[in-house]
């Protein structure tokens, strides 16, 4: 069960390096390696000498995507362990940024709202971020009831994971918080939810 | 149409700020406050010249936080249409004017962390407000003025005093120095956004550096003033009106209109907001598009045309109005 054509759902138009920019920041996580890769096949490695690659391996490490982004001698190849020393080091890079400076997010859906939280903070215009959704298509979910946020949803309805109540994922995005909003589904009848389907792999 | 909330006012007071240039400042008849604005919002006055209305958009330079009265400033055009040399003949203190809600086609956007404004002669009037507005709110900005001459370039010398040399810098035709946009586009903190206002040479070169030097559209904003230029007498059948009119040399289509009693909308008079967009029902000729709101496509398929400032060469033209 799923509630869709809400305007908010984000739309990613895939990564586009851009050939005025002085400088190309890529923020990318587990499969999202590959969109890099394959501009680099379709346009060559020119760009590569002004780019610095943050990378964030998560679920995708056994295919060592780092390895083949370490081969393309970026400017500046960074691997984070986890989400929060990225977005630690995300901060200090756009700090640091000049308005050249083009941003580039690849990855799951979740990841890349939490990346585009932190770039708006910045004065970033998010028409001007480049995002390209790759890998697992869960969502990360607010309840709208307790606000807790539940990371990698494949279902709907769902449990949430701080208050318990059965969720239904919608369309509604906000990208503020970087998160799809989740409505209770039985709320009128408790206990009637319908079982969870399995809707994002 | 155009919302109709115009109000009339009284011209408070009129000062000559250089040979060129006067300052008007308008109140209500009725002693209301006027409607706040924002910074790089424009008004459109209607002036009655020996029974031709004339209707002319100028940029609100009053501090936006002071509802007592508008204050525009007026450039004499000498050879155009003549509202500014209306503006500056005919206008007196005590005369009464109409002026329209102020309308904002060039906001600043408040989710940048610094504001960048180039300005050239008289387009300084809309950063007059904004830098109120970024002074009040602690933002940081910066202004790159260029001026003909000293003596011709309108508060300059106020604006110095007011904000200081390090965010206002002046640059004068005369003395031979002139805005250094690369220099300035190229090393600005991520967050950023350029504003610039001036004649249409000037806005071309100054979005054309920025985009060179990486920045990316959305930080860039402009404001131009398009007069609606001159042209041969053209004739137009306003389908909905069931009127036949003839549109004059130093006309436009959305004058004419008025000038037939045809209440059609508008908002900016200079090809920009977009609002007098107006179907085609038919057209024997050829449309000249002036303004810059309908995309190239649309200016191509002939089934729109934006009244304020387009023009048509041909038999007849005939519009859904």
Redesign the interface.
């Known amino acids: 069960m799923l509630v869709q054509g809400i305007k908010s759902r984000p739309e990613y138009k895939g990564l586009d390096i851009d050939p005025h920019a002085k400088r190309h920041l890529f923020v990318l996580e587990g499969e999202g390696a590959a969109a890099l890769t394959d501009q680099v096949e379709a346009r060559g490695k020119d760009f590569l000498a002004k780019s610095e690659i943050l990378y964030l391996a998560a679920g995708a490490a056994p295919k060592a995507y780092d390895v083949a982004l370490a081969a393309l001698s970026p400017d500046v190849f960074w691997q984070a362990p986890t989400l929060q020393p990225m977005l630690f080091r995300l901060r200090a890079c756009l700090d640091q940024a000049r308005m050249g400076t083009r941003l580039y997010i690849a990855g799951t859906e979740g990841f890349i709202g939490q990346i585009m939280q932190v770039a708006l903070e910045f004065g970033i215009d998010f028409n001007s971020i480049h995002t390209e959704h790759r890998g697992s298509t869960a969502r990360r979910v607010q309840c709208v009831h307790c606000k807790g946020i539940t990371d990698n949803v494949t279902t709907s309805p769902f449990a949430c994971s701080h208050c318990g109540l059965s969720l239904l994922v919608r369309d509604h995005y906000s990208r503020r918080l970087g998160a799809f909003q989740g409505v209770n589904i039985d709320a009128e009848e408790p206990g009637t939810a319908p079982q969870p389907e399995e809707m994002f792999p | 149409m155009s919302l109709n909330t115009d109000m009339p006012v009284r011209v408070a007071d009129v000062t000559e700020v250089t040979d060129l240039v006067k300052r008007f400042r308008f109140e209500r008849i009725d002693g209301h406050p006027m409607p706040f604005f924002s910074g790089g919002a424009h008004v459109v006055v209607s002036m009655n010249d020996n029974g031709l209305l004339r209707r002319n958009p100028y940029s609100l330079m009053s501090n936006p936080d002071d509802n007592s009265g508008y204050e525009i400033s007026v450039l004499r055009v000498p050879n155009s249409r003549g509202g500014s040399v209306f503006m500056h003949e005919q206008v007196r203190p005590g005369d009464q004017l109409t002026v329209s809600q102020p309308v904002n086609l060039f906001a600043p956007?408040h989710?940048?962390?610094k504001h960048i404004l180039i300005a050239g002669g008289i387009g300084i009037t809309p950063f007059i407000a904004m830098m109120e507005q970024f002074s009040r709110d602690n933002v940081a900005f910066e202004l790159h003025y260029a001026i003909r001459s000293r003596s011709h370039g309108a508060y300059w010398q106020q604006l110095l005093d007011r904000y200081g040399p390090r965010r206002i810098k002046v640059y004068v035709d005369e003395e031979k120095t002139t805005i250094p946009v690369a220099e300035i586009?190229?090393?600005?903190?991520?967050?950023?956004?350029l504003y610039v206002c001036g004649p249409a040479g000037m806005i071309d070169g100054v979005l054309m550096t920025a985009?060179?030097?990486?920045?990316?559209?959305?930080?860039l904003h402009s404001e131009r003033f398009l007069a609606p230029p001159a042209g041969l007498p053209f004739q137009v059948f306003l389908k909905k009106s069931n009127i036949h009119m003839t549109v004059g040399e130093h006309q436009s289509i959305l004058e004419a209109a008025e000038a037939h009693g045809c209440d059609a909308p508008y908002m900016c008079r200079g090809g920009a907001c977009g609002q007098c967009e107006t179907e085609v029902s038919s057209c024997d000729g050829t449309l000249e598009h002036n303004d810059i709101y309908l995309s190239d496509e649309e200016k191509t398929s002939g089934r729109k045309v934006m009244i304020c400032v387009s023009r048509f060469k041909g038999q007849q033209l005939v519009l859904q109005l």
């Open positions: 956007d989710r940048g962390r586009t190229d090393n600005q903190p991520l967050g950023t956004h985009l060179k030097a990486g920045w990316p559209k959305e930080n």
